[in-house]
């Protein structure tokens, strides 16, 4: 169990770690938003509900750490064509919770987004509940799986083209 201060400071850092995940997205910079990924991480944006088995149902993004560089490396090339112009993307985080430390020294974190996205299409708001899991690797926050769980999942959805 960690103590009062302990406690603090490992919030001071979850939440200065997402608030830069946050960042990154927004201002599209991929490469080092992907550099926030451990080895094993996994990135997954569920369809439908958000108690879905990922590997029998459909899912929005379901990536693992190859398919995440796929992907970034797919955004880099300037060909998405839904992304061009790119849109201009703005996320406010809000109830960042530590939820537990797991035995795999793994740290489960919560928080909710709400992402307001200008396109040529149209102006649109994408909000979610987002779960972490983060671990220190060479004492830097990384992250090893993130849940998003966007309210309206179980509609039909825009492209979603950009990293939420």
Do not use: C
Not at 90 to 119: C, H, Y
């Amino acid at each position: 169990m960690l103590s009062r201060e302990s406690s603090a400071t490992l919030m001071n850092a979850v939440t200065a770690f997402i608030y830069r995940e946050a960042r990154l997205q927004d201002e599209h910079q991929y490469e080092d938003w992907e550099k926030l990924w451990t080895e094993d991480g996994v990135y997954w944006v569920p369809a439908n509900g958000v108690d879905i088995d990922p590997e029998k149902e459909m899912s929005i993004i379901y990536d693992n750490r190859s398919r995440i560089a796929l992907r970034v490396r797919q955004l880099m090339t300037g060909k998405h064509f839904t992304q061009t112009p790119q849109s201009r993307l703005r996320r406010l985080v809000s109830n960042i919770e530590l939820m537990d430390e797991q035995a795999t020294g793994d740290i489960a974190v919560a928080s909710n987004s709400l992402i307001f996205e200008s396109s040529l299409r149209d102006d649109t708001l994408w909000a979610a509940r987002n779960e972490y899991r983060l671990r220190y690797v060479d004492g830097e926050l990384r992250m090893v799986y993130k849940k998003v769980m966007l309210v309206n999942s179980d509609k039909a959805l825009f492209t979603l083209s950009f990293l939420v």
